[in-house]
């Protein structure tokens, strides 16, 4: 697809495909015109039979929507893709009115005539432009996805917007009622945009797609650059997109998502190290003898003493990942966790950590959180830290799972509940020279590595297809 007519010489932006039940499918996407106004396009596959469907026929008539009237006309983008709802098809467009974030909803019949609804699906006040906007439902009994279609009994709905404010990607689970056309939050606090996010780190433009043949509801998102331009251009590439991930309903919490890498990154692993029961004292780091580093697929499991966890009289009640010194901050529960895209003597690293902080209420609050202050000695570049709250339930341990390929880390906590995404520029732990390590930074308490599972991880293979 790409910018060749009066209604998209400016951008053919985000856009999503409906398969229709005739077995026929359509895609409608946002063009930007020679005016610079967003519009709603539609196009064809040019050829069914075609199983990557390359290349496609924009209908003649676009475009098909303009923005409404108390509508900017550059606030006006990226169409879900259409559920099936009393005999039509509806979808949500990303929009605002001054600072409320808010999804317009259309119904169509044969995705050529449109009608906007009355009600808006959803808005939130001073949340800002919603782009990217994602609506689909999900089980709360099962661990299959849905049918972008599917509502009744065991179901709730997701509604996911990414904020163009802050840019990131909030999402909220909720109650849809398809005759009113409303949608309504579970927990209002957590409301979308601002509320929970898909991820903590550089992450955004997300998408999902339902998978038939699996049963699955598959999350794509957009790791975008942190460096400067210049070294864009001297490395001929810029942003790229996350593993997949497969997305449902914690049935544990009920009130979030899990996200997990689909299972076919699996059949990327080579060589396995394994530890198990390793003890890392307070204020220590320990060396992990893998060979190459680059590329790893890491599940860990650590367990804090539970009378540790019990007699600690120390609150903590202002901690936050971004704004506590991340890996450096000393606490009597933390941080502890692994250091990846390390070189041998540390002067770089990237640290995922687990913080436990007390309140002043004596609960405890885990803390999931990704450390770049020092993950590269390049100065143009961005070290954040990352991180949240991560739910820990009283039977479980501290898990995680962690993919690096080479400059990009993705941590997945408690199964998937908390995920973090980091875009990483290191100098020296690069091929050979990369380690990984474990660590304990907390003031007092031993932390015990129960399960450590490490794979080195084979390239894709990426088969490039001619257009």
């Given amino acids: 697809m790409v910018p060749d007519h009066w209604y998209d010489m400016n951008g053919v932006w985000t856009g999503s495909v409906t398969l229709i039940s005739n077995g026929s499918i359509v895609m409608i996407y946002t063009g930007l015109t020679e005016n610079s106004v967003q519009v709603q396009n539609i196009a064809f596959p040019a050829n069914l039979s075609d199983p990557l469907l390359l290349h496609w026929v924009k209908y003649s008539g676009n475009p098909v929507l303009f923005p409404p009237p108390e509508i900017q006309l550059n ?17 949500a467009i990303g929009s605002k009115v001054n600072t409320t974030g808010i999804a317009l909803v259309y119904e169509t019949s044969d995705f050529v005539e449109y009608k906007l609804l009355d009600e808006l699906l959803h808005a939130v006040p001073t949340t800002g432009m919603w782009e990217c906007v994602d609506f689909y439902p999900v089980s709360t009994t099962g661990d299959k996805g849905l049918d972008t279609s ?5 179901v709730k709905h997701v509604l996911k917007a990414s904020v163009d404010d802050n840019k990131h990607d909030y999402y909220a689970i909720g109650t849809y009622d398809a005759e009113s056309d409303s949608w309504t939050p579970d927990d209002p606090e957590l409301d979308v945009g601002i509320g929970i996010r898909y991820d903590y780190g550089k992450y955004y433009a997300s998408k999902t797609f339902y998978d038939p043949k699996k049963e699955r509801r598959v999350l794509w998102g957009w790791i975008g650059e942190t ?19 497969e997305v449902v309903f914690d049935t544990k919490t009920k009130s979030n998502l899990i996200q997990w890498p689909v299972e076919e990154v699996e059949s990327l692993r080579m060589a396995k190290k394994e530890f198990n029961e390793l003890e ?8 992990l003898e893998i060979g190459n580093a680059t590329q790893l697929d890491i599940v860990a499991e650590f367990e804090v003493d539970s ?18 010194d991340g890996a450096a901050k000393r606490g009597i529960l933390g941080p502890f966790g692994l250091l990846v895209l390390a070189d041998n003597g540390r002067s770089e690293q990237t640290a995922i950590y687990f913080y436990v902080a007390k309140g002043i209420d004596g609960n405890l609050k885990t803390f999931f959180c990704t450390d770049e ?22 039977d479980e341990k501290f898990a995680v799972r962690i993919l690096v390929d080479h400059s990009i880390v993705e941590a997945f906590a408690q199964g998937g509940r908390t995920c973090i995404t980091s875009r990483v520029y290191p100098t020296k732990a690069i091929h050979g020279a990369a380690k990984l390590f474990a660590f304990n930074n907390a003031t007092e308490t031993s932390v015990k590595v129960t399960s450590l599972q490490i794979w080195g991880m084979n ?8 257009f």
Avoid: H
Wanted: hydrophobic fraction near 35%.
């Fill in 227 to 245: 460096d400067s331009e210049n070294a864009d251009i001297k490395k001929d590439w810029a942003g790229l997109q996350s593993i997949p991930r």
């Fill in 459 to 466: 390239s894709a293979f990426i088969q490039w297809v001619p």
């Fill in 75 to 91: 606030d006006f983008r990226d169409p879900t893709t259409a559920w099936f709802v009393n005999g039509g098809w509806r979808l």
């Fill in 280 to 287: 890392i004292k307070a204020g220590s780091v320990l060396p």
């Fill in 150 to 154: 599917v509502n009744g009994p065991g």
């Fill in 373 to 394: 202050s020092r993950s590269s000695l390049a100065n143009d570049v961005g070290k954040q830290i990352y991180g949240s709250i991560v739910p820990v339930l009283n």
């Fill in 307 to 324: 009378n540790a966890l019990e007699r600690t009289m120390e609150t903590d009640v202002l901690y936050n990942c971004s704004t506590s």
